[in-house]
């Protein structure tokens, strides 16, 4: 799925491929064109120019001059997101559900979403954060105004806890009653700390029928990488297939220890989360992922739990039917295996990858939650200098990397833990346990090559936190050297350069894991020790795509675009009420006719479009630095 003309993968913009003003006719002799041809006029000539700009900064998402985003003003750049999230922590404000509007060179405003607008109190924060507040920057002469304000997105919102006040209704236990009325007050409110609340009730839903999350959740739409989007996910739970999964976590703390950092960097216990196969009936958001550990608060996962989904419908039309850069000789059991092999390394990635891993850090008394006099940094052998102060999350110490970083983590775990043979033989997988390794490890190297379609050579930066992260795997397997992994420049059958990827199986396990081993420490001691500096350090030269070493990716990077496969279309199911007051599903053909039909009866009749075209034209002289009218 794609919101506007930015693709939900690779936050790359992409443009109509036929004439600008072909478009215009069809817009206009369209149904809606003929009904209303003021209206629709007066909205193609106010868009019109953005749907097919192709300047610098309208191409991909980022920050000014470079980039765009409306979780900013467009006079946003980076030091501004800087200064912002200083003031928010000096506020123990959360950034997951707010807006950067830049007024002048001296004054902010910070908006939270919610549908309550106005003063009053958001619960957990401070009684007066609400108003304005003057502040200095660490090193700044001059103070500059911050006014914080919630209303953000306030009537679609008030819809969101208009449809939770109902669901209350049908709710199964107590426990799904305060989760309904958890979400009611955060997004009433604008509260983040109400909804991690709401999050610590959710995780002690046991093993429910339909599973649901909603969440301002991930970042990786924020250039600055605090900014979460809106997401929501609805589904049922596969109990037959959650059940081998319920085994992996039965053996979760032993099988933690075989990571390659001290005890002293894992979690002090591990909570069993409730880890499940769920089949999505739909997900609402820019992009569907294959699995999500959740929720996503570091203190809460450390100190509460969290659950564990895989998508399994998700992860199933993940498969392959086609597959670029791989040796002939490795095609029939790359198609044979990958669907056993993702199934098998999102559960690892999202189990012991995302919940593994403790963060040392400090409470409001002073009180550390490790050993400080014995503790030692695993690569100096010194005492441990750096913690999370109060107020400090993953977050906000590693804001523009963190989520890549994350991901990398949580990629190289799978790869680690993957030829465990307790793992594999949970799995089915005591015969054929090898060719399951080696299709994982061959995957994730070949991803780390179609990686390279999405950064971008004009402004050296990666679109995508997965592929950033993949690409630094690759970095890191082919520095390991010993003929363990090459990448050859051939002709293709149709005449045209062409690469394919070999890997030495008989080194995964001598060669590949030790060096995946030592990265990965030192990704959790950096991680640990919230060493935002030597970690960025680390990850950016992983990260750096040049000419200059012996693989010329940037060369290689025109190879990977030349052969680029379109991404999947998803066709979300719907339900409705039907002739006798029951739910019924409803599905839809597997087409873009289907999907556009799909969205079609999730939102004729309600007023959504309207809603939006509002706030688009309140707001649209902050986002867009082009309007027809200034032209």
Not at 494 to 504: A, E, S, Y
């Amino acid at each position: 799925m794609n919101f506007g003309n930015y693709a939900s993968y690779g936050n790359i913009k992409f443009i109509p491929n036929f004439p600008k003003e072909k478009f215009e006719r069809l817009v206009l002799a369209s149904e809606a064109g003929k009904s209303d041809i003021e209206g629709i006029a007066g909205l193609w000539n106010s868009i019109s120019y953005r749907i097919y700009s192709l300047e610098e900064r309208h191409r991909e998402f980022g920050l000014g001059p470079k980039g765009t985003s409306t979780y900013y003003s467009f006079n946003c750049d980076m030091d501004d997101a800087k200064l912002a999230q200083e003031f928010m922590l000096s506020k123990n404000l959360s950034a997951f559900n707010t807006r950067l509007i830049k007024k002048s060179l001296q004054e902010y405003e910070i908006r939270l979403a919610s549908s309550e607008t106005g003063d009053g109190i958001i619960p957990g924060c401070d009684e007066r954060l609400l108003g304005s507040h003057e502040f200095t920057a660490e090193g700044a002469d001059t103070p500059v105004t911050f006014h914080v304000t919630r209303g953000d997105y306030s009537k679609l919102l008030a819809k969101v806890v208009t449809c939770f006040e109902k669901a209350k209704e049908f709710a199964t236990n107590e426990t799904e009653s305060l989760m309904m009325d958890g979400y009611i007050a955060s997004f009433t409110m604008g509260s983040v700390p109400s909804h991690k609340d709401m999050s610590r009730i959710w995780i002690k839903n046991k093993s429910p029928a339909v599973e649901t999350f909603i969440a301002f959740l991930e970042c990786y739409k924020d250039p600055f990488g605090v900014r979460g989007e809106f997401e929501a996910f609805v589904g049922f739970v596969n109990k037959e297939m959650s059940a081998k999964y319920e085994v992996l976590v039965n053996n979760t703390e032993r099988l933690l220890k075989n990571l390659p950092w001290p005890a002293e960097y894992e979690m002090d216990q591990f909570l069993k989360p409730d880890t499940m196969l769920v089949d999505l009936l739909a997900y609402g958001a820019s992009w569907v992922p294959g699995g999500a550990n959740i929720p996503n608060y570091g203190d809460i996962r450390q100190d509460d739990g969290f659950k564990n989904t895989m998508f399994f419908n998700k992860i199933k039309i993940e498969s392959p039917n086609k597959v670029t850069f791989i040796d002939d000789r490795d095609k029939d059991l790359f198609f044979k295996m990958s669907l056993h092999t993702l199934e098998l390394h999102v559960g690892l990635h999202e189990l012991y990858g995302h919940g593994s891993g403790k963060l040392f850090s400090e409470d409001f008394d002073g009180n550390l939650n490790f050993d400080i006099n014995t503790v030692r940094h695993t690569e100096t052998g010194e005492e441990i200098r750096s913690w999370y102060k109060p107020g400090e999350t993953w977050d906000t110490k590693f804001p523009t990397i963190g989520a890549s970083y994350e991901e990398c983590r949580a990629e190289c775990v799978a790869l680690y833990m993957i030829d465990n043979e307790d793992i594999l033989r949970i799995f089915g997988h005591e015969h054929d346990g090898d060719d399951v390794v080696y299709v994982d490890w061959l995957t994730l190297a070949r991803l780390g090559l179609v990686s390279l379609e999405f950064y971008t050579p004009e402004t050296t930066t990666w679109r995508q936190a997965h592929m950033n992260a993949r690409f630094v795997i690759l970095r890191v397997l082919l520095e390991a050297g010993q003929g363990l992994l090459e990448i050859s420049e051939i002709t293709g059958s149709d005449g045209k350069p062409d690469l394919v990827i070999r890997m030495d199986r008989q080194k995964i396990l001598t060669v590949a894991k030790p060096a995946i081993g030592n990265f990965l420490r030192k990704l959790q001691v950096y991680r640990s020790t919230g060493d935002f500096e030597e970690g960025k350090k680390l990850y950016d030269h992983y990260s750096e795509v040049t000419d200059d070493g012996d693989i010329k990716f940037l060369s290689l990077r025109e190879i990977v675009v030349a052969h680029r496969t379109p991404r999947k279309i998803l066709v979300q199911h719907n339900t409705v009420i039907d002739e006798v007051d029951n739910v019924a599903l409803k599905s839809y053909e597997a087409s873009p006719e289907g999907m556009v039909q799909s969205f079609m009866d999730r939102f004729l009749g309600s007023n959504v479009d309207e809603i939006i075209e509002e706030l688009w034209l309140q707001d649209r002289h902050h986002f867009d630095d082009t309007m027809e009218s200034e032209r």
